[in-house]
């Protein structure tokens, strides 16, 4: 399927637009203005492009190319018990951002050992959409009263591990998502 959208834009001075995708299932090829922005596979995950230097004043489109063909390699493979959805199935917004941004993060719990249960370690890393050292990133949990800042190396990248006391897992029983 071939979706189209025109619309008209007018950029904010100083700030970066970047062309963002809740999802798209499954395979998606992008263009902007007629110029090909990319391609991303995968139905249940979010991506953008920064097209600060493609999106113009006043009137512009974007078209998308949409497929959910199922294939022999790829996971669901073409012979799963069920249909394979597709098209846009969640926002697709066009935003504005400073000019140093954090353009991908991972916040992820690290396995406990045995007994160790109180104490839960957390890793942390983050990328500028740029190499600059120097810049702060802010990492915040306030459930956890967690408050870390964090200076860029000269890549545009920050990583750390932290202990967090108390941290309740999340369990069909009882879901706890923190913010």
Known sequence: VWFKRSF??????GKRAILYFGAVNY?????LNGRKLG?????????????????????NFVIVKVDNKRHRDNIPT????????????RDVMLVS?????VENYKLSLNKTPTGKKSQRQ???????????AGQTVTLSIPELKV????????DGTVQTVFK????????????????
């Open 78 to 89: 073409d012979i799963f018990d069920w249909w394979n959805y597709g098209g846009i199935t």
């Open 147 to 154: 408050k870390q800042q964090l200076a860029t190396t000269a």
């Open 122 to 132: 957390i890793t942390f890393s983050a990328k500028l959409n740029k190499a600059e």
């Open 8 to 13: 008209n834009y007018h950029p904010q001075a």
């Open 164 to 179: 967090v006391k108390n941290l309740q897992l999340w369990s069909p029983e009882n879901p706890k998502r923190y913010h």
């Open 27 to 31: 395979e998606a090829i992008v263009y």
């Open 97 to 101: 951002v400073e000019p140093t941004y």
């Open 39 to 59: 391609r991303h596979v995968g139905g249940f995950t979010a991506f953008n492009y920064d097209v600060t230097d493609i999106v113009k004043e006043g009137d």
